[in-house]
């Protein structure tokens, strides 16, 4: 970023404004709530949790200058390193800390309304919860924070045009005119087929959307919208689909249990896959294989 507003940051030491300004009769659609600085060890006891945040609705775009945070989001972990800008939604399910012995220097801003929340979920949608912006980008997010912080925005429509500018730079930077489609070209291609080879090869392993989707390179709503629409079913279904056939071919081929096919299939639960089985047959996994019906249903499900 730019080294004269990182010397405003720095001058400042670690500041927080908190915008509380009265409503106006006509709601604006991007508000800022708060915007700072702030410089940790992690020894600050510094800890969000996305679902301890209340239930009204807002958005954190973080950006880290120098040292690394921790993000869990979904069940994946993100380490947020210097260049990257972290967004979140609150509430939803995610944590950032400052792992232990490190620290973490960066620049944030939060707002809310119904076209923040809107934008912001487009943006975290396509490129996923972390990702890099470019150097320009960035030096117009941090001098709308700087304003603000340095005591900008003191009425309702100035603070609204600052946060505006931040988040509308955000927007042409990641989905403005020019900018890649993230299910446009060969390369999403052969990240599905990617996906669906992995899945065969790994089916006694736990396959999971967020997995799928951080192998993918996508985030999960992202990639759920992008294999649903190229495969006629979601990812989950495809899974089990691929379960069912595996099931089909060993229950045809041999004498092995039912209770070791299940397992060989990723069902720890020999009941919940016979239902299962019996959902895509309409048959007991045991009178599948008596009755020879493999040759028919094997290729059906799905």
């Known amino acids: 970023m730019d080294e004269a507003l990182l010397r405003r940051f720095r001058a400042q030491g670690s500041a927080m404004r908190i915008v509380t300004l009265a409503r106006s009769r006509h709601r604006l659609h991007t508000m800022p709530t708060s915007t700072g600085y702030d410089h940790l060890s992690d020894d600050a006891g510094y800890r969000w949790d996305g679902q301890k945040r ?15 945070g921790q993000l869990v989001f979904e069940r994946r972990s993100f380490e947020v390193g210097p260049g990257h800008t972290m967004l979140v939604l609150i509430p939803s399910n995610h944590v950032y800390t400052v792992p232990k012995g490190g620290h973490w220097e960066f620049f944030w801003i939060s707002m809310y309304g119904g076209e923040a929340l809107r934008v912001h ?5 396509h490129a996923g919860p972390v990702f890099r912006l470019a150097k320009a980008t960035v030096d117009v997010i941090a001098g709308e924070c700087l304003k603000l912080t340095e005591g900008g925005g003191t009425t309702p429509g100035a603070a609204s045009a600052h946060a ?12 403005g005119p020019g900018r890649p489609a993230a299910d446009d070209g060969a390369g999403t291609r052969c990240a599905m087929e990617l996906v669906k080879t992995h899945v065969r090869d790994h089916l006694t392993a736990r396959l999971s959307v967020d997995d799928l989707a951080h192998l ?3 985030s999960r709503a992202h990639f759920t919208r992008l294999f649903t629409a190229a495969e006629g079913i979601s990812p989950g279904e495809f899974v089990l689909n691929e379960r069912m056939r595996r099931a089909a071919r060993l229950l045809a081929s041999g004498e092995q249990p039912v209770k070791a096919i299940a397992i060989d299939c990723g069902f720890d639960d020999p009941n919940y896959f016979a239902k299962a089985f019996r959902r895509a047959y309409g048959t007991s996994p045991s009178d599948f294989r008596t009755s020879g019906m493999y040759a028919v249903n094997a290729a059906s499900v799905g």
Do not use: K, N, W
């Open 54 to 68: 209340g239930s009204a609705p807002f958005t954190v775009l973080q950006h880290t200058i120098s040292g690394a």
């Open 121 to 125: 979920r487009a943006v975290q949608e």
């Open 164 to 175: 505006y500018a931040a988040q509308m730079a955000l927007y042409d930077d990641i989905l």
């Open 216 to 218: 993918a390179g996508f």
